[in-house]
């Protein structure tokens, strides 16, 4: 009686890999759909290797124009995005973390004219087996006084603990 099921499932499956097997032309002048790609103008540009967020900055957050970001000392493909929420004393940034890391964000200094902003990044010492996934939390910090003007500079630190 397994036999006869594995035969059945078998043949089933042969049927199907031929019917998939088939040539039908597809594409201009063969009758079928044709594929069309549409850009819009309205669409952000995202550089190579940098994820796309749905929507990373909150609602009641506002973003930080790109050329008051300093991301120089960030690994290609990090995310820039940085917004103020409230009164603007409130940082936003989306950090990068993987596996069993987990990231934070801190604030190094805080001036007239730049806050330094560190995303840290922290392992684990004993190295336990972890998944191969990226993940892209949004994290706050909060500001002595509201960004205003001020230049945001971004930096990378892995820590082990």
């Known amino acids: ?4 099921g594995t035969a059945i499932g ?13 040539s039908t032309p597809v594409g201009p002048g063969a009758g079928g759909p044709t594929l069309t790609t549409e850009v819009s103008s309205e669409t952000p540009a995202t550089t ?10 909150p609602p009641n957050g506002k973003e930080v124009p790109k050329e008051r970001i300093d991301a120089a000392a960030i690994p290609e493909g990090t995310p820039t995005t940085t917004w103020t929420e409230g009164d603007g004393s409130v940082l936003g940034v989306i950090a990068q973390e993987a596996g069993c890391g987990k990231a934070s964000v801190e604030i190094a200094e805080q001036n007239a004219q ?4 560190v995303l840290v990044e922290t392992t684990p010492l004993d190295q336990p087996v972890c998944t191969m996934d990226i993940r892209y939390p949004p994290l706050t910090a909060k500001l ?10 971004l930096s990378t630190r892995q820590d082990q603990k």
């Open 10 to 22: 078998a043949g089933v499956l042969l049927v199907v890999l031929a019917a998939c097997a088939t």
């Open 144 to 153: 002595d006084a509201p960004l205003g003007d001020r230049k945001v500079v």
């Open 114 to 117: 730049v806050v330094k902003v």
């Open 1 to 4: 009686m397994r036999s006869l």
């Open 48 to 57: 190579p290797g940098e994820p796309e967020f749905e929507s990373p900055v």
